[in-house]
């Protein structure tokens, strides 16, 4: 997969390091935004009952 993503990718080398970079931030900062927002959401709920 990694290989196909390299082969993928325009230009010299140096411009595609800097894309994976670029496109690794992007996933990482869609995680952090919205994915593991709503998980968090649907695996814990915040339902506390004290008796």
């Not at 990718?9 to 990482?28: D, F, K, N, Q, Y």
């Not at 927002?37 to 339902?47: A, F």
């Amino acid at each position: 997969m990694y290989g196909a993503l390299w082969r993928v990718l325009p230009g010299p080398v140096w411009l595609r390091i800097i894309l994976l970079l670029l496109l690794a931030t992007a996933v990482v900062f869609a995680l952090f935004t919205w994915v593991f927002p709503w998980v968090d959401g649907v695996l814990n709920p915040i339902n506390v009952t004290v008796e």
